[in-house]
Protein backbone atom coordinates (compact mmCIF):
# COMPACT_ATOMS: atom_id res chain seq x y z
CA UNK A 1 0.00 0.00 0.00
CA UNK A 2 2.53 2.39 0.78
CA UNK A 3 4.21 1.81 -2.86
CA UNK A 4 0.83 2.92 -3.99
CA UNK A 5 0.84 6.07 -2.50
CA UNK A 6 4.56 6.69 -3.27
CA UNK A 7 3.40 6.36 -6.94
CA UNK A 8 0.37 8.31 -6.83
CA UNK A 9 1.21 11.90 -7.27
CA UNK A 10 4.10 10.91 -10.37
CA UNK A 11 1.01 8.39 -12.03
CA UNK A 12 -1.59 11.71 -11.52
CA UNK A 13 1.12 14.34 -12.81
CA UNK A 14 1.88 11.96 -16.02
CA UNK A 15 -1.67 11.25 -16.39
CA UNK A 16 -2.77 14.90 -16.63
CA UNK A 17 0.50 15.47 -19.09
CA UNK A 18 -0.95 12.90 -21.48
CA UNK A 19 -4.70 13.73 -20.89
CA UNK A 20 -4.03 17.57 -21.47
CA UNK A 21 -1.96 17.77 -24.56
CA UNK A 22 -2.55 17.36 -28.24
CA UNK A 23 -2.00 14.38 -30.45
CA UNK A 24 1.71 12.82 -31.09
CA UNK A 25 0.93 9.59 -32.99
CA UNK A 26 4.30 8.91 -33.57
CA UNK A 27 5.71 9.75 -30.72
CA UNK A 28 8.60 8.01 -28.91
CA UNK A 29 9.36 8.38 -25.09
CA UNK A 30 12.46 10.60 -25.02
CA UNK A 31 15.43 11.36 -22.04
CA UNK A 32 16.74 14.98 -22.78
CA UNK A 33 20.11 14.72 -23.89
CA UNK A 34 23.03 15.72 -22.21
CA UNK A 35 26.46 14.33 -23.36
CA UNK A 36 28.76 13.66 -20.57
CA UNK A 37 32.28 15.07 -21.86
CA UNK A 38 34.21 15.24 -18.35
CA UNK A 39 36.21 11.79 -19.80
CA UNK A 40 36.79 10.06 -22.67
CA UNK A 41 33.85 8.63 -23.90
CA UNK A 42 33.65 4.84 -23.90
CA UNK A 43 33.04 3.25 -27.55
CA UNK A 44 31.10 0.39 -27.87
CA UNK A 45 30.30 -1.63 -31.20
CA UNK A 46 27.31 -3.79 -31.40
CA UNK A 47 27.62 -6.27 -34.58
CA UNK A 48 24.12 -7.25 -36.00
CA UNK A 49 21.30 -5.10 -36.06
CA UNK A 50 18.89 -7.82 -35.32
CA UNK A 51 16.08 -7.64 -32.81
CA UNK A 52 18.48 -8.24 -29.86
CA UNK A 53 21.23 -5.97 -31.43
CA UNK A 54 19.09 -3.18 -31.88
CA UNK A 55 17.34 -3.83 -28.53
CA UNK A 56 20.37 -3.45 -26.58
CA UNK A 57 20.92 -0.24 -28.86
CA UNK A 58 17.73 0.94 -27.99
CA UNK A 59 18.31 0.22 -24.05
CA UNK A 60 21.92 1.87 -23.87
CA UNK A 61 20.77 4.93 -25.87
CA UNK A 62 17.99 5.98 -22.89
CA UNK A 63 20.46 4.62 -20.06
CA UNK A 64 24.38 4.97 -20.81
CA UNK A 65 23.85 6.79 -23.99
CA UNK A 66 24.85 10.63 -22.87
CA UNK A 67 28.03 9.14 -22.09
CA UNK A 68 29.18 6.25 -24.37
CA UNK A 69 29.54 6.12 -28.42
CA UNK A 70 27.61 2.93 -30.02
CA UNK A 71 28.02 2.30 -33.47
CA UNK A 72 25.66 -0.60 -34.65
CA UNK A 73 27.09 -3.19 -37.60
CA UNK A 74 24.88 -5.03 -39.90
CA UNK A 75 26.39 -7.21 -43.12
CA UNK A 76 22.57 -6.47 -44.75
CA UNK A 77 20.84 -4.12 -46.05
CA UNK A 78 18.28 -1.58 -44.30
CA UNK A 79 15.21 -3.54 -45.82
CA UNK A 80 16.74 -6.78 -45.43
CA UNK A 81 13.70 -9.24 -44.23
CA UNK A 82 13.43 -9.68 -40.67
CA UNK A 83 11.15 -13.07 -41.01
CA UNK A 84 8.00 -13.61 -39.11
CA UNK A 85 6.80 -13.10 -35.47
CA UNK A 86 7.86 -14.09 -31.32
CA UNK A 87 6.17 -13.62 -28.64
CA UNK A 88 7.60 -11.54 -26.35
CA UNK A 89 8.40 -12.96 -22.93
CA UNK A 90 8.59 -10.70 -19.38
CA UNK A 91 12.39 -9.64 -20.29
CA UNK A 92 11.45 -8.57 -23.93
CA UNK A 93 8.41 -6.32 -22.96
CA UNK A 94 10.52 -5.14 -20.00
CA UNK A 95 13.76 -4.71 -22.49
CA UNK A 96 10.68 -2.59 -25.05
CA UNK A 97 9.54 -0.60 -22.18
CA UNK A 98 13.26 0.46 -21.50
CA UNK A 99 14.35 1.13 -24.80
CA UNK A 100 10.62 3.81 -24.41
CA UNK A 101 8.66 2.19 -27.09
CA UNK A 102 6.30 -0.20 -24.87
CA UNK A 103 3.24 2.45 -25.73
CA UNK A 104 3.86 0.97 -29.74
CA UNK A 105 3.37 -2.52 -28.67
CA UNK A 106 -0.22 -3.52 -29.79
CA UNK A 107 0.63 -1.58 -32.48
CA UNK A 108 3.10 -4.18 -34.16
CA UNK A 109 1.29 -7.05 -32.32
CA UNK A 110 -1.42 -9.42 -33.16
CA UNK A 111 -4.42 -8.82 -30.57
CA UNK A 112 -5.43 -12.41 -29.60
CA UNK A 113 -2.69 -14.74 -30.86
CA UNK A 114 -1.57 -15.70 -27.39
CA UNK A 115 -4.17 -18.08 -27.86
CA UNK A 116 -2.77 -21.80 -29.26
CA UNK A 117 -4.67 -24.77 -30.45
CA UNK A 118 -2.89 -28.53 -30.35
CA UNK A 119 -4.45 -31.23 -32.82
CA UNK A 120 -3.90 -34.49 -33.82
CA UNK A 121 -2.50 -34.79 -37.18
CA UNK A 122 -6.44 -36.10 -38.22
CA UNK A 123 -9.44 -36.02 -35.73
CA UNK A 124 -11.86 -33.59 -34.57
CA UNK A 125 -10.68 -33.26 -30.91
CA UNK A 126 -7.69 -31.16 -30.18
CA UNK A 127 -5.15 -32.31 -27.66
CA UNK A 128 -5.03 -29.30 -25.71
CA UNK A 129 -6.12 -25.74 -26.02
CA UNK A 130 -3.65 -23.32 -24.90
CA UNK A 131 -4.18 -19.70 -23.55
CA UNK A 132 -4.29 -17.48 -20.58
CA UNK A 133 -7.58 -17.02 -18.87
CA UNK A 134 -8.51 -14.33 -17.65
CA UNK A 135 -9.22 -14.75 -13.79
CA UNK A 136 -5.81 -15.83 -13.94
CA UNK A 137 -4.92 -12.76 -15.55
CA UNK A 138 -5.77 -10.47 -12.86
CA UNK A 139 -5.05 -13.12 -10.32
CA UNK A 140 -1.53 -13.26 -11.54
CA UNK A 141 -0.39 -11.01 -13.97
CA UNK A 142 3.19 -12.27 -13.46
CA UNK A 143 2.84 -15.84 -14.66
CA UNK A 144 0.00 -15.05 -17.07
CA UNK A 145 0.28 -11.68 -18.44
CA UNK A 146 -0.52 -10.11 -22.00
CA UNK A 147 2.05 -12.30 -24.51
CA UNK A 148 0.95 -11.70 -28.02
CA UNK A 149 2.82 -12.36 -31.26
CA UNK A 150 4.72 -9.22 -32.09
CA UNK A 151 5.63 -8.86 -36.03
CA UNK A 152 9.55 -8.84 -36.23
CA UNK A 153 9.66 -6.13 -39.41
CA UNK A 154 7.67 -3.89 -37.22
CA UNK A 155 9.65 -4.25 -34.22
CA UNK A 156 12.64 -3.58 -35.55
CA UNK A 157 11.36 -0.25 -37.21
CA UNK A 158 10.37 0.96 -34.05
CA UNK A 159 13.58 0.35 -32.53
CA UNK A 160 15.22 1.86 -34.78
CA UNK A 161 12.44 4.66 -34.55
CA UNK A 162 13.76 4.45 -30.66
CA UNK A 163 17.94 5.65 -31.85
CA UNK A 164 17.19 7.20 -34.86
CA UNK A 165 18.12 10.96 -33.54
CA UNK A 166 20.29 10.01 -30.88
CA UNK A 167 23.87 11.89 -31.96
CA UNK A 168 26.32 9.22 -30.32
CA UNK A 169 24.18 5.87 -31.65
CA UNK A 170 25.18 4.86 -35.66
CA UNK A 171 23.82 2.19 -37.53
CA UNK A 172 26.04 1.37 -40.14
CA UNK A 173 24.51 -1.03 -43.20
CA UNK A 174 25.89 -3.13 -45.97
CA UNK A 175 29.26 -3.41 -43.29
CA UNK A 176 29.99 -7.08 -42.68
CA UNK A 177 32.11 -7.28 -39.57
CA UNK A 178 34.46 -11.01 -40.25
CA UNK A 179 37.10 -10.77 -37.80
CA UNK A 180 38.25 -8.88 -34.97
CA UNK A 181 42.00 -8.59 -33.53
CA UNK A 182 43.17 -6.68 -29.90
CA UNK A 183 45.17 -3.52 -30.16
CA UNK A 184 46.78 -1.80 -26.77
CA UNK A 185 44.88 1.49 -25.56
CA UNK A 186 46.75 4.33 -24.13
CA UNK A 187 44.83 3.70 -20.92
CA UNK A 188 46.89 0.77 -20.79
CA UNK A 189 44.03 -1.71 -21.43
CA UNK A 190 42.92 -3.53 -24.69
CA UNK A 191 40.54 -2.52 -27.27
CA UNK A 192 39.10 -5.16 -30.23
CA UNK A 193 40.06 -3.32 -33.63
CA UNK A 194 36.94 -4.70 -36.07
CA UNK A 195 37.86 -5.92 -39.86
CA UNK A 196 35.48 -6.14 -42.50
CA UNK A 197 35.54 -9.26 -45.30
CA UNK A 198 38.86 -7.47 -47.17
CA UNK A 199 40.88 -7.01 -43.71
CA UNK A 200 40.01 -3.65 -43.13
CA UNK A 201 39.98 -1.71 -40.30
CA UNK A 202 36.43 -0.54 -39.13
CA UNK A 203 37.65 0.69 -35.79
CA UNK A 204 38.89 0.05 -32.89
CA UNK A 205 36.38 -0.01 -29.47
CA UNK A 206 36.59 -0.75 -25.94
CA UNK A 207 33.71 -2.72 -25.90
CA UNK A 208 32.53 -5.66 -28.87
CA UNK A 209 29.36 -7.30 -28.44
CA UNK A 210 28.28 -10.05 -30.60
CA UNK A 211 24.61 -10.17 -31.95
CA UNK A 212 24.91 -11.63 -35.71
CA UNK A 213 23.12 -14.99 -34.32
CA UNK A 214 24.49 -18.89 -34.98
CA UNK A 215 26.60 -18.11 -38.00
CA UNK A 216 28.89 -15.34 -35.83
CA UNK A 217 32.88 -14.97 -36.81
CA UNK A 218 33.51 -13.87 -33.30
CA UNK A 219 32.27 -16.53 -30.96
CA UNK A 220 35.84 -18.55 -31.44
CA UNK A 221 37.32 -16.06 -29.43
CA UNK A 222 34.65 -16.21 -26.73
CA UNK A 223 33.35 -20.08 -26.10
CA UNK A 224 35.28 -23.41 -26.55
CA UNK A 225 33.10 -25.37 -28.64
CA UNK A 226 35.06 -28.33 -30.55
CA UNK A 227 31.98 -29.74 -32.74
CA UNK A 228 30.99 -25.76 -33.91
CA UNK A 229 27.89 -25.11 -35.97
CA UNK A 230 26.21 -28.60 -36.74
CA UNK A 231 23.12 -29.64 -38.32
CA UNK A 232 20.39 -31.30 -36.12
CA UNK A 233 19.24 -33.64 -39.43
CA UNK A 234 16.08 -31.52 -39.81
CA UNK A 235 15.07 -28.69 -42.19
CA UNK A 236 12.20 -26.45 -41.52
CA UNK A 237 10.27 -25.19 -44.83
CA UNK A 238 9.24 -21.51 -43.79
CA UNK A 239 6.45 -20.10 -45.42
CA UNK A 240 3.60 -17.12 -45.85
CA UNK A 241 0.05 -16.94 -46.77
CA UNK A 242 -0.95 -13.08 -46.95
CA UNK A 243 -4.62 -13.40 -46.33
CA UNK A 244 -5.36 -17.35 -44.72
CA UNK A 245 -9.22 -16.02 -45.07
CA UNK A 246 -9.35 -16.02 -48.44
CA UNK A 247 -7.79 -19.33 -48.91
CA UNK A 248 -8.84 -21.83 -46.46
CA UNK A 249 -11.67 -23.58 -46.28
CA UNK A 250 -14.61 -23.57 -44.11
CA UNK A 251 -14.08 -26.31 -41.82
CA UNK A 252 -9.85 -25.31 -41.77
CA UNK A 253 -10.72 -21.60 -41.04
CA UNK A 254 -13.62 -22.14 -38.09
CA UNK A 255 -10.62 -24.26 -36.71
CA UNK A 256 -7.75 -21.67 -37.00
CA UNK A 257 -9.61 -18.60 -36.79
CA UNK A 258 -9.80 -17.95 -33.07
CA UNK A 259 -6.52 -18.78 -32.39
CA UNK A 260 -2.73 -17.27 -32.65
CA UNK A 261 -1.05 -20.45 -33.62
CA UNK A 262 -2.09 -23.81 -34.70
CA UNK A 263 0.10 -27.06 -33.94
CA UNK A 264 -0.88 -30.18 -35.85
CA UNK A 265 1.71 -32.67 -34.18
CA UNK A 266 2.08 -36.71 -34.58
CA UNK A 267 4.99 -39.02 -34.39
CA UNK A 268 7.76 -37.53 -36.70
CA UNK A 269 5.87 -34.58 -38.09
CA UNK A 270 4.39 -31.32 -37.27
CA UNK A 271 2.99 -28.57 -38.92
CA UNK A 272 2.44 -24.94 -37.53
CA UNK A 273 0.54 -21.37 -38.29
CA UNK A 274 1.08 -19.06 -36.48
CA UNK A 275 -0.57 -15.09 -36.96
CA UNK A 276 2.51 -12.39 -37.02
CA UNK A 277 0.46 -9.31 -38.51
CA UNK A 278 1.18 -6.04 -36.89
CA UNK A 279 -2.08 -4.93 -35.55
CA UNK A 280 -5.53 -6.00 -35.82
CA UNK A 281 -6.26 -5.64 -39.52
CA UNK A 282 -2.85 -7.79 -40.39
CA UNK A 283 -3.52 -11.33 -41.16
CA UNK A 284 -0.53 -12.56 -42.16
CA UNK A 285 0.38 -16.13 -41.06
CA UNK A 286 3.58 -17.80 -40.76
CA UNK A 287 3.87 -21.44 -41.65
CA UNK A 288 6.17 -24.14 -40.60
CA UNK A 289 6.85 -27.71 -41.88
CA UNK A 290 9.48 -30.06 -40.13
CA UNK A 291 11.17 -32.36 -42.72
CA UNK A 292 13.91 -34.90 -41.26
CA UNK A 293 16.36 -33.91 -44.03
CA UNK A 294 18.97 -31.56 -45.06
CA UNK A 295 18.59 -28.60 -47.80
CA UNK A 296 20.92 -30.46 -50.64
CA UNK A 297 18.73 -33.12 -50.09
CA UNK A 298 15.60 -31.47 -50.82
CA UNK A 299 17.21 -28.89 -53.74
CA UNK A 300 17.67 -32.10 -55.57
CA UNK A 301 14.36 -33.49 -55.04
CA UNK A 302 12.92 -29.93 -56.13
CA UNK A 303 15.56 -29.67 -59.14
CA UNK A 304 16.03 -26.40 -57.81
CA UNK A 305 19.40 -24.83 -57.44
CA UNK A 306 20.02 -24.10 -53.51
CA UNK A 307 20.18 -20.32 -53.19
CA UNK A 308 23.55 -18.22 -52.67
CA UNK A 309 21.57 -15.91 -50.31
CA UNK A 310 19.03 -15.53 -47.91
CA UNK A 311 17.22 -13.31 -49.80
CA UNK A 312 17.95 -15.51 -53.13
CA UNK A 313 16.26 -18.11 -50.57
CA UNK A 314 13.19 -16.43 -50.41
CA UNK A 315 10.92 -18.08 -53.15
CA UNK A 316 7.69 -16.18 -54.22
CA UNK A 317 7.98 -17.68 -58.23
CA UNK A 318 5.80 -19.69 -59.83
CA UNK A 319 7.90 -22.65 -59.93
CA UNK A 320 9.81 -22.50 -57.33
CA UNK A 321 6.87 -21.96 -54.90
CA UNK A 322 4.83 -24.92 -56.97
CA UNK A 323 7.68 -27.24 -56.45
CA UNK A 324 8.01 -26.87 -52.84
CA UNK A 325 4.40 -26.96 -52.28
CA UNK A 326 4.06 -30.37 -54.56
CA UNK A 327 6.97 -31.72 -52.10
CA UNK A 328 5.23 -30.95 -49.24
CA UNK A 329 1.63 -32.13 -49.96
CA UNK A 330 3.58 -35.65 -51.14
CA UNK A 331 4.93 -36.07 -47.60
CA UNK A 332 1.70 -35.11 -46.09
CA UNK A 333 -0.85 -37.25 -48.15
CA UNK A 334 -2.10 -39.98 -46.27
CA UNK A 335 -0.91 -39.11 -42.64
CA UNK A 336 -2.78 -35.52 -42.46
CA UNK A 337 -6.69 -34.55 -42.35
CA UNK A 338 -6.88 -33.13 -46.17
CA UNK A 339 -8.21 -30.21 -45.02
CA UNK A 340 -4.69 -28.92 -44.09
CA UNK A 341 -4.03 -29.28 -47.42
CA UNK A 342 -5.48 -25.65 -47.88
CA UNK A 343 -2.20 -24.46 -45.81
CA UNK A 344 0.07 -25.67 -48.25
CA UNK A 345 -1.89 -24.76 -51.31
CA UNK A 346 -2.21 -21.03 -50.18
CA UNK A 347 1.64 -20.20 -48.93
CA UNK A 348 2.61 -16.92 -51.08
CA UNK A 349 6.21 -17.21 -50.29
CA UNK A 350 8.59 -20.16 -49.00
CA UNK A 351 12.32 -20.62 -47.94
CA UNK A 352 13.97 -24.06 -46.94
CA UNK A 353 16.31 -24.04 -44.39
CA UNK A 354 18.22 -26.45 -41.92
CA UNK A 355 18.37 -26.46 -38.71
CA UNK A 356 21.77 -25.46 -37.01
CA UNK A 357 22.97 -25.79 -33.69
CA UNK A 358 26.22 -25.47 -31.81
CA UNK A 359 28.07 -28.24 -29.68
CA UNK A 360 29.04 -28.27 -26.09
CA UNK A 361 30.28 -25.35 -25.45
CA UNK A 362 31.94 -23.55 -22.78
CA UNK A 363 33.73 -20.05 -21.57
CA UNK A 364 37.12 -19.98 -22.53
CA UNK A 365 39.68 -19.23 -19.30
CA UNK A 366 40.02 -15.91 -18.59
CA UNK A 367 43.93 -16.02 -19.37
CA UNK A 368 42.60 -16.80 -22.85
CA UNK A 369 40.77 -13.97 -23.52
CA UNK A 370 42.33 -11.50 -25.66
CA UNK A 371 39.76 -9.76 -26.81
CA UNK A 372 37.13 -6.86 -24.95
CA UNK A 373 33.97 -9.45 -26.33
CA UNK A 374 30.87 -10.39 -25.13
CA UNK A 375 28.78 -12.55 -27.06
CA UNK A 376 24.96 -12.30 -26.55
CA UNK A 377 22.17 -14.82 -28.08
CA UNK A 378 22.70 -17.07 -30.29
CA UNK A 379 26.01 -16.00 -31.21
CA UNK A 380 26.71 -17.77 -27.47
CA UNK A 381 25.42 -20.75 -27.95
CA UNK A 382 21.77 -21.54 -30.33
CA UNK A 383 19.23 -22.61 -28.27
CA UNK A 384 16.92 -24.31 -31.59
CA UNK A 385 13.62 -22.82 -33.66
CA UNK A 386 11.63 -20.72 -31.06
CA UNK A 387 14.01 -20.11 -28.07
CA UNK A 388 16.92 -18.00 -29.73
CA UNK A 389 14.93 -14.73 -30.32
CA UNK A 390 13.66 -14.65 -26.37
CA UNK A 391 17.03 -15.49 -24.96
CA UNK A 392 18.70 -12.98 -27.07
CA UNK A 393 16.39 -10.32 -25.22
CA UNK A 394 17.16 -11.08 -22.31
CA UNK A 395 20.68 -11.38 -22.74
CA UNK A 396 20.55 -7.73 -24.05
CA UNK A 397 18.57 -6.86 -21.64
CA UNK A 398 20.64 -8.07 -18.70
CA UNK A 399 24.33 -6.47 -20.33
CA UNK A 400 22.53 -3.29 -20.78
CA UNK A 401 21.42 -3.32 -17.03
CA UNK A 402 25.47 -4.23 -15.85
CA UNK A 403 26.72 -1.69 -18.45
CA UNK A 404 24.59 1.25 -16.56
CA UNK A 405 26.72 0.71 -13.69
CA UNK A 406 29.32 3.37 -13.49
CA UNK A 407 31.90 1.05 -12.72
CA UNK A 408 32.07 -1.19 -15.74
CA UNK A 409 33.92 1.65 -17.46
CA UNK A 410 37.16 3.25 -15.22
CA UNK A 411 37.70 7.21 -15.99
CA UNK A 412 39.62 6.01 -19.09
CA UNK A 413 37.27 3.81 -20.61
CA UNK A 414 38.90 0.83 -19.36
CA UNK A 415 36.35 -2.09 -19.11
CA UNK A 416 36.06 -4.06 -15.69
CA UNK A 417 35.35 -7.37 -16.55
CA UNK A 418 34.60 -9.14 -13.21
CA UNK A 419 31.14 -8.55 -13.48
CA UNK A 420 30.59 -9.07 -17.42
CA UNK A 421 32.31 -12.27 -16.93
CA UNK A 422 29.77 -13.57 -14.31
CA UNK A 423 26.91 -12.33 -16.52
CA UNK A 424 28.44 -14.47 -19.70
CA UNK A 425 28.23 -17.78 -17.54
CA UNK A 426 24.41 -17.17 -16.07
CA UNK A 427 24.02 -16.32 -19.97
CA UNK A 428 25.38 -19.30 -21.04
CA UNK A 429 23.82 -21.76 -18.37
CA UNK A 430 20.08 -20.58 -19.07
CA UNK A 431 20.99 -21.36 -22.96
CA UNK A 432 22.49 -24.98 -22.17
CA UNK A 433 19.00 -25.78 -20.08
CA UNK A 434 17.01 -24.41 -22.78
CA UNK A 435 19.08 -26.39 -25.87
CA UNK A 436 18.58 -29.45 -23.88
CA UNK A 437 15.27 -29.48 -23.15
CA UNK A 438 14.69 -28.50 -26.93
CA UNK A 439 16.63 -31.51 -28.09
CA UNK A 440 15.11 -33.78 -25.84
CA UNK A 441 11.67 -32.66 -26.96
CA UNK A 442 12.48 -33.00 -30.51
CA UNK A 443 14.16 -36.34 -30.20
CA UNK A 444 11.40 -38.21 -27.86
CA UNK A 445 8.51 -36.68 -30.51
CA UNK A 446 9.13 -34.55 -33.61
CA UNK A 447 11.99 -35.97 -34.96
CA UNK A 448 10.49 -40.13 -34.70
CA UNK A 449 8.49 -41.26 -37.75
CA UNK A 450 6.92 -44.64 -36.45
CA UNK A 451 6.36 -46.66 -39.20
CA UNK A 452 2.72 -45.92 -40.14
CA UNK A 453 1.47 -44.61 -36.96
CA UNK A 454 1.64 -40.96 -36.31
CA UNK A 455 -0.57 -40.77 -33.10
CA UNK A 456 0.25 -39.07 -29.91
CA UNK A 457 -0.02 -40.69 -26.67
CA UNK A 458 -0.19 -39.55 -23.31
CA UNK A 459 2.57 -41.80 -22.39
CA UNK A 460 5.53 -40.15 -25.26
CA UNK A 461 4.93 -36.65 -22.85
CA UNK A 462 6.90 -38.03 -20.32
CA UNK A 463 10.12 -40.38 -19.39
CA UNK A 464 9.35 -43.88 -18.49
CA UNK A 465 8.39 -44.25 -14.51
CA UNK A 466 6.57 -42.73 -12.14
CA UNK A 467 6.16 -39.60 -14.12
CA UNK A 468 4.78 -40.83 -16.49
CA UNK A 469 2.13 -43.23 -14.63
CA UNK A 470 1.60 -39.81 -13.10
CA UNK A 471 0.79 -37.86 -16.36
CA UNK A 472 -1.25 -40.36 -18.25
CA UNK A 473 -3.37 -41.13 -14.99
CA UNK A 474 -4.16 -37.10 -14.72
CA UNK A 475 -3.08 -34.84 -17.74
CA UNK A 476 -6.40 -36.19 -20.11
CA UNK A 477 -8.52 -35.07 -17.68
CA UNK A 478 -6.78 -31.73 -16.90
CA UNK A 479 -6.79 -31.01 -20.39
CA UNK A 480 -10.35 -31.56 -20.98
CA UNK A 481 -11.01 -29.23 -18.02
CA UNK A 482 -8.71 -26.36 -19.36
CA UNK A 483 -9.97 -26.87 -22.79
CA UNK A 484 -13.87 -26.66 -20.97
CA UNK A 485 -12.50 -23.20 -19.52
CA UNK A 486 -11.04 -22.14 -23.16
CA UNK A 487 -14.12 -22.95 -25.37
CA UNK A 488 -16.42 -20.80 -22.49
CA UNK A 489 -14.10 -17.70 -22.74
CA UNK A 490 -13.96 -18.06 -27.02
CA UNK A 491 -17.82 -18.13 -27.35
CA UNK A 492 -17.80 -14.96 -24.97
CA UNK A 493 -15.25 -13.50 -27.44
CA UNK A 494 -12.78 -12.70 -24.95
CA UNK A 495 -9.87 -15.99 -25.45
CA UNK A 496 -6.35 -14.61 -25.71
CA UNK A 497 -4.95 -10.98 -24.82
CA UNK A 498 -5.49 -7.62 -26.07
CA UNK A 499 -4.60 -4.08 -25.37
CA UNK A 500 -7.03 -4.18 -22.00
CA UNK A 501 -5.45 -7.57 -20.75
CA UNK A 502 -2.95 -7.16 -18.00
CA UNK A 503 0.65 -6.72 -18.24
CA UNK A 504 3.51 -8.08 -16.60
CA UNK A 505 3.85 -6.18 -13.23
CA UNK A 506 7.58 -5.49 -14.02
CA UNK A 507 7.06 -4.29 -17.15
CA UNK A 508 4.49 -1.46 -15.74
CA UNK A 509 6.78 -1.16 -12.84
CA UNK A 510 9.85 0.34 -15.45
CA UNK A 511 7.32 1.98 -18.05
CA UNK A 512 5.81 3.93 -14.80
CA UNK A 513 9.59 5.23 -14.71
CA UNK A 514 10.27 5.70 -18.16
CA UNK A 515 6.94 7.67 -18.59
CA UNK A 516 7.97 9.90 -15.73
CA UNK A 517 11.58 10.70 -15.88
CA UNK A 518 11.04 11.32 -20.20
CA UNK A 519 10.80 14.75 -20.83
CA UNK A 520 6.87 16.98 -21.69
CA UNK A 521 7.31 16.29 -25.32
CA UNK A 522 6.32 12.74 -24.67
CA UNK A 523 3.62 11.11 -27.13
CA UNK A 524 0.31 12.99 -25.73
CA UNK A 525 -1.90 10.74 -28.37
CA UNK A 526 -4.98 9.00 -27.52
CA UNK A 527 -2.77 5.52 -28.09
CA UNK A 528 -1.06 6.64 -25.16
CA UNK A 529 -3.87 7.99 -22.88
CA UNK A 530 -5.63 4.78 -23.43
CA UNK A 531 -2.11 2.90 -22.34
CA UNK A 532 -2.00 4.94 -19.79
CA UNK A 533 -5.25 4.43 -18.59
CA UNK A 534 -4.93 0.80 -18.74
CA UNK A 535 -2.15 1.22 -16.14
CA UNK A 536 -4.25 3.00 -13.90
Known sequence: M????LVFPVVVGVAYILLAGGDDADAVVRVPFEPDLSRPLPRIAICGAGISGLTLAGVLSKTIGRGTHITIFERADVDQDQGYGLDLDEHGQEALARAGVYHKYWNISKPRSDSMAVYPLRGDD???MWFRPKLLQRWFPSLFAARPETNRGALRDVLLESIADHPLVEVRYETTVADARPTPSEAGGVLAELLDKSGASLGTYDLVVDATGVHSPLRKYRVNDDTGKTRTGELAIHGVINHPENVFGERLLERFGVHGSLFLVGQGYELIIQRFGAGREDNRTAVFYILPSDEETVYRELGIDKPTSRQGGIMTDAVRLGRVKELVLRDMNGKFDPIYNDIIRGLDRVTVRSFVTHGTTTLKPEAE???PLICVGDSQRNCGLGAGGILAMH???DLADHLKDQTIFSQEGVVNWGPLRDLEQVMLERKTETHEEMMEMRLGIIKRRADGDTSLSWDLLANPGVGQTVL?????TISRWWNSWYEYERRHGVAGSDVD?????????????VVASSDAGYGRSSENRNMFRRFL
Open 2 to 5: QKVW
Open 126 to 128: PIL
Open 369 to 371: VRL
Open 395 to 397: DCL
Open 472 to 476: RTFLP
Open 501 to 513: SPIYPSVKEVWDE
